[in-house]
């Protein structure tokens, strides 16, 4: 398999938007500089996928990236949403139309989308698995793995029966190397003793990397005052040795510039600097509440009855908890207005747990709403 000369790859999941409420307007114009930028700096990798951006993301990249570079410029990577499967036509269907929307004739890289214990019996049912690699075989995917949420032992059991993947994306960020919940370590060893390569995805845990507590800046600026935290974060994520690509879901041109600068001439952390950095994991664990990388497959791959936006309320709880507020804040102003949209409230949920059972992240979800409504409808708790 050739891999990326380079080990930083652009996420097209979290595009520069013209309306920030709406995942659609995406800001076509920046996302076009930044496309320019990555490839003049000799990066490479990009990644998408069928629902990001509410169904957008796949048709951006296809007018900013392919409509305007050489084919040979750059490798695409998408996804088979075995997640959203509900019969056999459907895969060849979406598989089409993303050749449709991303105007190439095939993908160098190809994963089915979130592999999971539940996910990867979905995908067999389907057909899923058997159909992309006859189109391995066919050439219209150069290169076929699978993005993975779930145990060590899962993702053993998926690669023992299914000895023709060749990659794997996993999640990994030092926050999430050592947790029980996620278990990124163990899955990586399993993934390096199949002898695969690992795609990294939320190596700054969706942003919430880039802004730890304050204790934790200051540990990571004395160490190196020029690195800011979410280059911390990618660069331990880079160092493994059997990283092949790290993917930033990058939103606008600074963030661009940062990552492609750091990532040019790379070198691994020092076993000092990855020390330091598991120390700073204990201590933001100690002050986070809720896990959520803001994936939003608990918006987009499931339909919530009440209409409770749940990764953004999360995001408003995890602030509000790290700063211990019950009374009002930005974050409520925010709140107030998602709700005024029309979504619905925190302490609407009726523990149905339809989002549960597509969450990467193993969030129990009902149990924390009425948490969320404690604090951010009645400014109660913590
Ligand atoms: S458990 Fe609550 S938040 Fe989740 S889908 Fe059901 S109503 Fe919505
Ligand atoms: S709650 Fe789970 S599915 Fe929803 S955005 Fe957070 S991590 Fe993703």
Known sequence: MKKPE????????????????????????????????????????????????????????????????????FTIATKMPDMMLKSKEQVPEIFAKQKEKLHVDAFDYYLVHDMNH?????????????????????????????????????????????????????????LDWESAGIQSH???DVATKHGLPVIVMEPVKGGTL???????????????????????????AASLENVMVVLSGMSDLAQLDENTGFMQDFTPLTEADQALLLQAAEKIRAGIAIPCTGCRYCVEASKCPKNILIPNYFALFNTRKLMKRRDFSPEIEYYENYLSQGYGKASDCIACKSCERVCPQHIHISEWMPKLAENMENGQGF
């Open 6 to 73: 380079k080990k930083l790859g652009f996420g097209f999941m979290r595009l520069p938007l013209l309306d920030a409420k709406n995942q659609t307007s995406i800001d076509v114009a920046q996302v076009e500089q930044m496309v320019d930028r990555f490839l003049e700096r000799g990066f490479t990798y990009c990644d998408t996928a069928w629902m990001y951006h509410d169904f957008k993301s796949e048709e951006t990249v296809g007018k900013a990236l392919v409509d305007r570079h050489p084919r040979d410029a």
């Open 118 to 174: 539940v996910n990867y019996e979905k995908a067999k049912k389907y057909g899923a698995i058997d159909f992309l690699r006859e189109k391995r075989k066919s050439g219209e995917i150069r290169c076929l793995g699978f993005s993975f949420h779930d145990t060590p032992e899962v993702l053993d059991r998926i690669l023992e029966e299914n000895p023709f993947f060749e990659f794997v994306q996993l999640q990994i960020n030092y």
């Open 186 to 188: 163990k899955c990586y």
């Open 210 to 236: 880039a802004n730890p507590p304050q204790n934790v800046k200051e540990m990571l600026h004395e160490a190196h005052p020029d690195w800011s935290p979410a280059e911390w974060a990618i660069r331990f």
